[in-house]
DNA sequence: ACCTGAACACCGTTCAAGT
DNA sequence: ACCTGAACACCGTTCAAGT
């Protein structure tokens, strides 16, 4: 674990690890059979941090998905490009069997019927880690050789250094052939990763939410 | 190309390539920078092959969009694994950019806001590229060592006997850890890719569509 | 400008042999 | 049951040397 936080998913070799436990890259194998199940261990691990947002309420289930979400992804954010080994497996440890079945329990509290809850569970899942995937990517490090992960250092200068600097690429594509993207610069280089993380949850909730039929409001509600 | 669509991404390593062209690993590095470059001009090449579902129309844009995305999804699905590589990052090949140009001024003419159409080409290309992502390690066929790919062998029957032993799998779960889980091992295991696909979809345009504010409908159309 | 052979510094996994 | 050294069959990239 601390060699996957401090380098990340590619410098998790065989060799690596045997090497941070003091022996040869072999002896792993009578642990586990192949660095898929090392690596799937680890991510349950991972997942297991996870504090799902209690109980499922009826009244505040978008509320909850949406916490979940961005617990989610605060937490791989926390652990370099792991979310890479959970993109396209349904993870089916333990803790990743609570996480599902904690976030069916609330779609279902609100009104969601069982298949958009079903459907709505792999959909959120993916938003999650393809979101969170991309975002890891955005910290790498590269120095001297050496991978590093840091997920603090983009201070609000850099980023808005970057931003711009993409602006000005997309003012200088050709205006004939691309008019659109050029005069979009700005809203395509405006928000930061949270605010971008935000609006997509809230498409997506929304989305989830238009396929509930909305129940007759009591006459006095209290 | 025709390595990649056979033997999937992993398999186009340096050394494959310069064996197919009769050549050394060592001759590539005269016409590329990294391997990175050449997957990228291959991304490109193959992003060139969707044709956009015509000029944009306000009053079709939901229907295009979704269109876009279903053409996109097909073609992916055509090359194996190459979305793999077009994951986390902002594509910005020439055929990659005449897409955006194009996606974006669909949700212009919409209606959608500017800020939310920046937005949504992220969360719809996010879509699509994930989606593509997990449906490709599905086609993924060991035989003999060599890995193949193949969209076309998941015949329904298949399909069906998967779906089957993955529902089994669910409803044998501890009943008292996992109630929902097991209670819903039908939803869970129903539908093929085609019908997520278009739930996710139909999920993210509606998101997309609620942020506009319907137009005051005319006394008499036509 | 383009190509080459050979090498460097790595991989995951296997396997016979040990304790 | 667990561990080991050595090997196998690979990687991407570099570099001096060639045309």
Redesign the pocket.
């Known amino acids: 674990l601390p060699l996957l936080d401090a380098e990340g998913l590619d ?8 090497e941070e436990l ?15 199940d ?1 690596v799937a261990a680890l991510l349950d691990r991972i997942i297991g941090e996870l504090e799902l947002p209690g109980e499922p309420d009826s009244k505040r289930w978008q509320e909850q998905v949406k916490e979940f979400a961005r617990r989610s992804r605060a937490i791989y954010g926390r652990h370099a490009d792991i979310v890479r080994a959970s993109i396209g497996s349904i993870p089916s440890g333990d803790n990743a069997l609570h996480m599902i079945e904690w976030l069916l329990s609330v779609l279902l509290a609100g009104g969601v019927s069982p298949q958009v809850a079903a459907w709505g569970v792999d959909i959120l899942g993916l938003y999650i880690t393809a979101t969170a995937y991309e975002e890891s990517l955005e910290e790498l490090q590269h120095a001297g050789g050496e991978v590093h992960w840091s997920r603090h250092d983009r201070d609000p200068t850099t980023l808005a250094a970057f931003q711009e600097e993409v602006r000005d690429w997309f003012e200088t594509l050709p205006a004939d052939r691309y008019p659109t993207l050029v005069s979009m610069a700005g809203p395509l280089t405006t928000g930061d990763d949270d605010e971008r993380f935000e609006f997509g949850l809230e498409v997506l909730v929304r989305g989830i939410a238009s396929t509930v039929s909305e129940p007759r409001r009591k006459r006095r509600s209290r």
Do not use: D, N, Q
Not at 11 to 18: D, E, F, N, Q
């Open positions: 410098a998790l070799t065989m060799r690596r690890v045997a003091g022996t040869g890259p072999a002896s792993l194998y009578a642990h586990v059979a192949h660095k898929e090392l």
